[in-house]
């Protein structure tokens, strides 16, 4: 039997691990021969141990078993006396020890039972039946009709206790920039720094039309069929090392305050943006954190989703973790895909009274509901990096508010149609855990490789030479990126890294032609993209949105359209002569874009 131990503060913590790590979920199905062994704070009272009386100890005991039954869709019957144990004479007995053995992906409680001196028993897990009553039966398609990023999956997808719909996509970092291109469209720089997920060369330019046309690779599951744009202030400590995001989820809910039933698909185009990005007091509605070892107050709806937040960064002690949350609104006024500033269009729902699921309702001015989409980041705490309290957002830019209190988010909707229409219909409307990628049907999005999204291939070489390679791309990129190896293989393709083109693909002639007119593709444009850039299908996509490499809209590619005062000779090459000069406010294009 194998036995590992893994340590988590909070049940949502670990039922996400799970759900996240492919090696363990096959090791699950591999009968059943997994242990872990979980720690929970919280469940035991942590002031005077020594002298809680046995009866509090019992519920406590009883109360984390039950929390246990509701998140691991509940346990054999009858359950078996499994661990969690404590010591009477020991401060510990603050930490309750609970082991799940688990099947096929299933979190199932064993029990929990109360020993003397901190004795506990483990049974195997073939002592017991697998009570399977709440899978659910899918059907799922054949192979040859699925799309690429989507694979069968014999992952078992499960009833929710409580009626809600879940379903998380687990997305890595893309990219970091200091573009908004919903706040700031079209102005490179204007922003404070964003960390981006997602769509992997999101940037000032990009809009709704770039992500529905492109076939790019993404840094979520499902390789190109989750083109969405997610981004969020960076997060630095005290001495400005920046924390990258690692293991991130972005959730699709039914939520809490609305029934599941009554969600619909998020529109095309829809964008939108959670939180307060100024420096200002805010509630702990759409943006807010926790120390995972916090005890939540009663009533709340799940152990695994606390209502003891705080709206700005709170001191968390090492060894501890600290998680924030931006919650989106869902509640649409069914006619805008945006607003002037983002966010009149969306509005939250009148809320539910915990612990009653389901007994809120959208406001008559935005009535349509939509999922609840939420981004959820976890920080361990090191006593190298400080506490978190003096840790700060790229957005925290008034020095009289607490630290964190800019937390914020913008979403854009990139989503392949079938595909929203298949969570919304297959886990959410349906009550269904879709765990992290299923898509309900047996079905789920290909996993995230993000090894493989971005790299320089090392058989380029410009005109065939070898010596002229990634590398010499990278001495004079501004210059180099346009070279070609003699057989149209262009250094942009072959060096993505170097010249930032990162899953930057231009659309096809299926996607996109000028006037609708065949061979008047992005081949086209190239001929002459400081004209053809500018010119729009009959859908009114301009090819700069739909041949991003070809008219230099990708990463940190210099424009090949860009022109000091519309002067041909005076393009990004001629700015490279003199960057210190000419990359000034004064030298602008005839639109006013700066160099």
């Not at 046995?54 to 406590?60: G, H, I, M, S």
């Not at 009477?88 to 979190?107: F, P, T």
Request: proline share 7%.
């Amino acid at each position: 039997m194998t036995t590992d131990v893994v340590r988590f503060t909070t049940l949502e913590t670990f039922r996400d691990h799970l759900a996240l790590n492919a090696t363990v979920r096959r090791r699950y199905r591999r009968k059943c021969r997994l242990r872990v062994h979980t720690q929970l704070r919280g469940f035991l009272p942590s002031q005077q141990p020594h002298h809680t009386p046995p009866d509090q100890l019992d519920r406590t005991l009883t109360s984390a078993y039950s929390q246990f039954e509701r998140v691991t869709r509940g346990p054999p019957n009858p359950p078996h006396p499994t661990t969690a144990s404590y010591r009477e004479d020991d401060d510990s007995m603050a930490l309750a020890i609970l082991r799940i053995a688990c099947c096929r992906g299933a979190l199932r409680c064993l029990g929990c039972w109360r020993a003397d001196m901190a004795t506990s028993v483990v049974r195997d897990e073939d002592d017991f039946d697998d009570d399977e009553s709440d899978v659910v039966s899918t059907n799922p398609p054949d192979e040859s009709e699925l799309q690429p990023g989507r694979v069968l999956s014999d992952e078992n997808v499960y009833i929710n206790f409580d009626g809600t719909g879940n379903f998380r996509t687990h997305c890595e970092e893309s990219h970091v920039n200091n573009d908004d291109p919903l706040v700031y469209p079209g102005q490179t720089g204007a922003a404070h720094e964003h960390v981006f997920f997602g769509f992997p060369t999101t940037d000032a330019f990009t809009s709704i039309g770039t992500l529905e046309n492109s076939t790019n690779v993404t840094t979520c599951e499902g390789k190109a069929l989750n083109q969405a744009a997610y981004w969020v202030p960076s997060l630095f400590t005290a001495d400005g090392t920046r924390l990258e995001n690692k293991e991130t989820l972005f959730y699709y809910k039914s939520g809490y305050h609305i029934p599941a039933d009554t969600i619909e698909v998020p529109p095309q185009g829809l964008v939108m943006i959670a939180g307060n990005d100024l420096s200002e007091p805010q509630d702990v509605v759409s943006a807010k954190y926790r120390c995972t070892s916090w005890e939540a107050p009663e009533p709340q709806f799940d152990e695994g989703d606390p209502m003891d937040h705080v709206p700005y960064l709170p001191e968390c002690q090492p060894g501890d973790m600290l998680e924030f949350r931006v919650v989106f609104p869902q509640c649409w006024d069914g006619l805008n895909l945006t607003s002037g500033d983002q966010r009149s269009h969306m509005a939250y729902p009148i809320p539910a009274e915990a612990p009653n699921i389901g007994t809120g309702w959208c406001p008559d001015s935005h009535p349509v509901a939509i999922p609840e989409i939420s981004y959820k980041f976890e920080f361990e705490i090191s006593s190298s990096m400080g506490s978190s309290d003096t840790w700060y957002l790229s957005s925290d830019l008034d020095p009289s508010q607490p630290r964190g209190s800019s937390l914020h988010a913008d979403w854009m909707n990139g989503w392949d149609p079938d595909i929203m229409d298949l969570i919304v219909k297959n886990c959410i409307n349906t009550g269904y855990d879709c765990s992290v990628g299923l898509l309900g049907d047996g079905t789920r999005l290909e996993e995230v490789h993000g090894a493989d999204l971005c790299s320089d291939d090392s058989s380029w070489g410009h005109k065939g030479k070898s010596s002229k390679d990634c590398d010499w791309v990278a001495k004079k990129p501004h210059k180099y990126c346009k070279k070609d190896d003699g057989d149209n293989w262009l250094a942009l393709d072959a060096c993505q890294e170097t010249c930032g083109t990162c899953g930057c693909e231009d659309a096809g002639e299926d996607k996109w032609l000028y006037k609708g007119r065949s061979g008047r593709g992005c081949d086209y444009v190239s001929k002459k993209p400081s004209k053809y850039c500018d010119y729009e299908d009959n859908d009114g996509t301009t090819a700069a949105e739909a041949c991003p490499m070809t008219c230099g809209n990708c990463g940190c590619q210099d424009s090949l359209t860009w022109r000091h005062k519309g002067k041909s000779s005076k393009d990004c090459e001629w700015v490279a002569k003199k960057p210190n000069k000419y990359c000034s406010s004064k030298y602008k294009d005839d639109d006013g874009t700066k160099a």
